[in-house]
Each structure stands twice: as structure tokens, then as C-alpha cells.
């Protein structure tokens, strides 16, 4: 019989929703059953592509007779973190504060009044290699809570007042923003942490660095380092190449469990994806490289064709896990790997080596039971038989049992993916990505946006989801309105950024140290405001507003928007030369803030053939964070272009900092050599 998430609108909380566990979703009911049964909370969190998610509901979850003492002795709560990604930012640090590692699924053990007092993540059916099982783990949170409840009470107490203690340091007080010294600190670091064999920071698992990527780029178009760049083309290289990256449908996997790139471990993130699709288009803008062009372009082809909902959004991951028909059992990476015989089965024996050859094939494999995992180590020789096999060999695994997909729309994300394929169809001249941004950005527009101007988080199958949208939902999505304003010059979507960032300053912005919070000042209260401002695997919330707040004062002059983004840039100075790797995003930002960054105002009739020209040239510079718009002579409803008449009859750009413009170009090459382009 389904429990309570059988109407929920998480596909992740779907999954849970015939489990015998009596569930509930994250709710005030169900800490005020917890109260009057006078029982703890047990507090499980997920997502629907997470594999050791799966793992744990099939060996525990799905186990009656654990399932029953559960129910007898707790209140079970599952939350989805996508949906409420501030719920898993509270208990998240607290499980990484008193354990030193945090993770999916987590599992935290609560207090009626929602206090952690108990923290762990997966947990086995039996006891394995010092780890306890989950039923011991149950019956020991049960003694301690029936025999030592006054210990429990203190135990939740200190780790509550530590949590505060930790949320008070990031609004401790006002700073300036990253200077020269602090970005040049910056990366030193990341030169040291560097990857010289392998590319890449760090060592296994490795994550795909696609916001320190952008502040290589960034910094490299400002300053000229050579290092900046070398660390940003080897590691795009090699992801490219390795195994991490789906060499025959595009896109990437979430990791690599080993420092070489080979083994993904092979859910498929949008927000991945969208991240990444932007940085190869700025590795090609910056360097030229086909590699890059054509893994920009075969990222974007896999967003379309993979992730894109009917309504025109896109979904939000692809799972880990597919059948294999040979076993019969849902397995990792069943979908994507391939032995030698496969490989003969298609293509007949000439074919079968040269792709054996051409994706690191071999008979041992790279995987588990002698598989491989496709890699491109070397550029193909033919690029017209490599074409041809590739094409067959997508062909073929289509007719695979596919991987179950994540349909929840979520606005950051989808933010995100509007500005990369925006970005991408307007440079590498591909309209129908531009379309599909618009698409989305539609979407958000009319079903995440409510009448008074808030975003909601998720919607799915067209339909609003109830969570509201936290700080990541309203910069993402005006970042991707940006984007699309620069590409179609349509004034209202830089007026409806403008809208969702003057709601973070209203409502997301701590006025006295111009610090971010994660929640709403109306948000639901939890044990504590969540406030972040380093990278995960997307941009910070706090970071990504500063970005959209810089580049709409650059629209618009706004003297109130840059101050909000140098106010909260103060927190990346502190922690440019000790964390790079984790504050990427914001010095990126920072990098357009010490150029600019530089304003471009195209003038001239729409349609004529020297205005898409200007554009194209002021699209393809390399100038961190440059701004570009384009618009008719005697506009008035964007600031940057008021009084930019035309030269000599013929459209113009100027190329201004704080409005403080050079002299007008009529000439595309000159455009182009001031703002750094390097292609055409």
C-alpha cells in the first residue's frame, strides 16, 4: 500500500513511495507527530539520481521487518535536496562538522524541535568493514534516546550553538572586495594543487572544476598569464578525452572515481552539463581548439535530446543505474560501457578494431567484469570513419534499456543551461539553441514565476512545485536572463533580472555586512538561516547573485546593484589564497570587477548586415564579464544605450567602463582587438 509520498512531486520521494516505511515529507506535521509521540526524527535525504541512494531503499528501506521497528520507535522524514536544497545545507554541515565527511543518501537523527544529535550517510544491511548496520544504528539511537535523554538534549544544544557560531562568520562585517594581490594568490594555489600529469585539481574522486575553469579564462584574458591558461586547456583536454565525458551521446558524468578521468561515476547532471557546455564555449572562444567547439557542441546536442522536458525546460539528471540485459539487474554504468565481442557483433571485425583502437577498448577493460569505459585519448586520424562509428555505435546503444531520468524542472539549473545555450547558439552559430534557451526561459517565466514577482524551486510536467525558490533560483535565473538579452537584444530580459535581483536585495541580503543568506527572510525557519558562499557543484548562490548584480549595473549604471556586488565579493578575498577551488565562481567575478567590467553598446538598424557583425565581434571577446547590447539608434530603454548615436550613418559600437565610453568603432577587426577575441 503507497505511503504519504505517493503524492509528492519529487520523482526521488516517488521512488520511496511504496517502501513500507510510513514516510513523511518534510513538513510541520511531522515534527508535531514526533512531539506527541514523543519520539525522535529520523531524517533521510537524497536525490533520484544518487546510486548508494538506491542501494539503501532496496536493502533497508524496502526491509519489513526493519521497516516496522522504524515506524514503532521514529518518525521517518524524506526530503529531496533538490527540492529543498536549504534543508540539506543546515544538516549537511552539522553531519560534516562532527564527522568530517558529508554525503548522499544522509542520514541524521533529530530532535522534535529538529535538532541533530546523530549524523551518518550510508548505511549497510549488515555490519561491514567497522561500519555498523543500519538496525544498529536504529536500536542505538533508540536507547540513547529512551536512557540518556537529558545526554541527547545537550548532545543537540552544542551542536545547534555551533552551527550559529559558524553562520555568524561569513556577516561578521563588511570587507572590500578581491584585489590584484588576492586573485594573483589565487592561483598560485590552484598552480600547486594542480594536476600537472593528469590535468584537473587535486587527486580521486575528481570533480569537473568548471567555475575555477572560468576564472582561469577570465584571468588569462586580463592579465596574459600563460599558467592561468595552461591549467584551464589541460584539464578541458582531459575530460574531454577521458572517460568522465559520454564519447558517443555527449555530456558528462557527475565525477571520475579515479584521478585519471577514466571511470565516471555515471549519473548525468543538468547543472554539470549547463556549467560545462558554458566553459568549453569559453576554452574554444579563448584558444580556437576544435576539441573544445565540438565538446560545447556535442554537450549542447545532449541537453536537447536527453534532458529537455516536453514543456520546453529541461530535466534535472539521468540515473546511474540501467538494466543490464545480460544479468537482468539494474547496474551502474549498464547503459554506456562495452566489451571487445559487442564491438565485433556491430561493425564486423575492421570496424570493431579501429573503434577498439580509437575508445580504449580492450579485452581486461576499464571497468567492472571486463567493460570499458569510452575514452578519445588521441584526435581520430579520419574524422569521417570516426564520425560513421561513432554514429553507429549511439545507434546501438539507444536499443539499451536507458537510464531513468529525473523530470523535476529546477530553476538555478535551469538558469544555467539558458545562458550556456544562449551563449553557445548566438557564438557558434547554432539558432536553434538560442530558441531552446528561449523555450526554457519561457517555462520559468510562466510557471515558476508567481504574480508577485517570487520564483518557486521545482516545477514538473508543467505543473509548480510548492517549495519557494532559494538564492541559487533567483541568480541562476537572472544570470540566464542576461545571457539572453546579450544574444537577442529583447529589453525584457534584462528588465526581468533586474526584477529577481531587486527581490535578493529586499529579501536575500544582510544589510549591515552586504552579506548573502540562502533563505528568504520569509523562508521557512529552520534551526538555523542557511549562508554558504563557497561552490558545490554549482556556483554559490552567494557568489552567482554578486555576478548577475555586477553585470546588470553594467546595463543600467546602477549604483545600488554594483555596491550589493562588491559588498558580497568582500567574503572571496578571505578565502581566494587558502580555497580557490571552492570559491571559483566569485573569482571569476572578481576578475570582471578589476576589468570592468567592459560595457558594449551596438547601435544600429536591426537586421543590417555591419550591426550583426559588431555584435558577433563583441560576443566573441575575451574581456572578463564584458557586457553586450545591441539596439536600434535613439533607444532609450536601455541605460547603456541611451545617446550612442550612429557614426557616419554607419552602426557603431562603444566599448565603455562605467559608462565612460572610447571612441566609437564602425569596424568589426577593431572591436574585436579591444575586447581580446582571438576567433571569428
Known amino acids: 500500500m503507497p505511503n504519504r509520498l505517493a503524492d509528492a512531486t519529487s520523482p526521488y520521494l516517488q521512488q520511496h513511495a511504496e517502501n513500507p516505511v510510513d514516510w513523511w515529507e518534510w513538513s510541520p506535521g511531522a515534527f508535531e507527530e514526533a512531539a506527541r509521540r514523543g519520539v525522535p526524527v529520523l531524517l533521510s535525504v537524497g536525490y533520484a539520481a544518487c546510486h548508494w541512494c538506491h542501494v539503501m531503499a532496496h536493502e533497508s528501506f524496502e526491509d519489513a521487518g526493519l521497516a516496522g521497528y522504524l515506524n514503532e520507535r521514529f518518525v521517518a522524514v524524506k526530503v529531496d535536496r533538490e527540492e529543498r536544497p536549504d534543508v540539506d545545507a543546515v544538516y549537511m554541515e552539522a553531519v560534516q562538522a562532527a564527522t568530517g565527511q558529508g554525503g548522499w543518501p544522509m542520514t541524521v537523527f533529530l530532535t522534535p524541535d529538529k535538532e541533530p544529535f546523530y549524523f551518518g550517510t550510508y548505511f549497510p544491511p549488515e555490519p561491514r568493514h567497522g561500519m555498523p548496520s543500519f538496525r544498529q544504528v536504529l536500536e542505538g539511537v533508540d536507547a540513547a534516546w529512551r536512557d540518556r535523554r537529558q545526554e541527547v538534549g545537550e548532545v543537540a544544544g552544542r551542536i545547534r550553538a555551533d552551527l550559529a557560531q559558524r553562520a555568524a562568520v561569513y556577516s561578521a562585517g563588511a570587507h572590500n572586495p578581491p584585489g590584484e594581490a588576492d586573485l594573483h594568490q589565487a592561483l598560485v594555489t590552484l598552480s600547486r594543487e594542480f594536476d600537472q ?6 587527486g580521486a574522486p575528481k570533480f569537473p572544476p568548471a567555475m575555477v575553469v572560468e576564472f582561469l579564462l577570465r584571468h588569462h584574458a586580463r592579465t596574459g598569464s600563460e599558467a592561468a591558461l595552461e591549467m584551464a586547456v589541460r584539464t578541458g583536454e582531459a575530460m574531454a578525452r577521458g572517460g568522465i565525458h559520454d564519447q558517443l551521446g555527449g555530456g558528462f558524468a557527475r565525477y571520475a ?42 554537450t549542447a546536442d545532449f541537453l536537447l535530446r536527453e534532458l529537455r522536458t516536453p514543456e520546453g525546460a529541461f530535466a534535472s539528471a539521468l540515473d546511474a543505474d540501467s538494466l543490464d540485459e545480460e544479468t537482468g539487474q539494474s547496474a551502474e554504468g549498464a547503459y554506456y560501457v562495452w566489451e571487445p565481442g559487442q564491438l565485433v557483433d556491430l561493425l564486423g571485425p575492421a570496424d570493431a578494431a579501429t573503434a577498439a583502437r580509437l575508445f580504449t577498448v580492450t579485452a581486461d577493460g576499464t571497468f567492472e567484469h571486463g567493460t570499458s569505459v569510452l575514452q578519445l585519448l ?21 536499443a539499451r534499456p536507458a537510464p531513468a531520468r529525473d523530470d ?37 517565466l510562466a510557471v515558476h514565476l508567481t504574480p508577485d514577482g517570487r520564483l518557486l524551486r521545482t516545477s514538473r510536467d508543467g505543473r509548480p512545485g510548492a517549495n519557494a525558490g532559494v538564492l541559487e533560483d533567483y541568480a541562476d535565473t537572472a544570470e540566464g536572463f542576461l545571457a539572453l538579452y546579450a544574444v537577442t ?68 549604471g546602477s549604483d545600488r546593484h554594483r555596491t550589493a556586488a562588491e559588498r558580497a565579493l568582500g567574503v572571496v578575498g578571505a578565502l581566494a589564497g587558502r ?68 557614426v557616419g550613418g554607419a552602426p557603431a559600437a562603444y566599448v565603455c567602463r562605467h559608462f565612460a565610453c572610447d571612441a566609437p568603432t564602425t569596424d568589426p577587426a577593431v572591436l574585436a582587438e579591444r575586447l581580446g577575441a582571438t576567433v571569428d
Open 579 to 646: 580555497a580557490p577551488r571552492f570559491i571559483g565562481w566569485g573569482l571569476a567575478v572578481a576578475e570582471a570587477l578589476l576589468d570592468g567590467p567592459r560595457e558594449v553598446a551596438v547601435v544600429g538598424p536591426a537586421g543590417d548586415g555591419a550591426t550583426a557583425a559588431l555584435r558577433r565581434a563583441a560576443l566573441l571577446g575575451t574581456a572578463p564579464g564584458a557586457v553586450v547590447a545591441v539596439g536600434e539608434p535613439g533607444e532609450t530603454e536601455v541605460p547603456l544605450l541611451t545617446d550612442r548615436p550612429l
Open 378 to 398: 588521441a584526435e581520430p586520424e579520419d574524422s569521417a570513419e570516426y564520425e560513421a562509428i561513432r554514429a553507429r555505435m549511439l545507434e546501438a546503444r539507444s
Open 408 to 444: 523535476k524542472v529546477v530553476a538555478a539549473w535551469n538558469g544555467l543551461a539558458v545562458a550556456a545555450l544562449a551563449e553557445t547558439g548566438a557564438l557558434l552559430e547554432r539558432p536553434d539553441l538560442v530558441e531552446a534557451a528561449e523555450r526554457a526561459a519561457d517555462l520559468l
Open 257 to 298: 572515481v579515479d584521478a585519471g578521468w577514466v571511470v565516471p561515476h555515471f549519473e548525468k547532471m543538468l547543472y554539470d552539463n549547463a556549467l560545462l557546455l558554458r566553459a568549453y564555449l569559453h576554452l574554444w572562444r579563448a584558444t580556437g581548439s576544435a576539441l573544445a567547439r565540438r565538446t560545447a557542441l556535442t
Open 489 to 556: 537584444g529583447e529589453a525584457e530580459w534584462l528588465q526581468l533580472a533586474g526584477g529577481l535581483l531587486d527581490t535578493v536585495l529586499k529579501h536575500f541580503t544582510d544589510e549591515a555586512s552586504g552579506a548573502l543568506y540562502d533563505t528568504a527572510d520569509d523562508a521557512e525557519e529552520l534551526i538555523r538561516r542557511p549562508q554558504d558562499p563557497t561552490d558545490n557543484a554549482t556556483p554559490s548562490g552567494w557568489t552567482a547573485a554578486a555576478g548577475a548584480l555586477l553585470t546588470y549595473a553594467a546595463y543600467t
Open 197 to 202: 600529469a593528469r590535468g584537473g585539481f587535486g
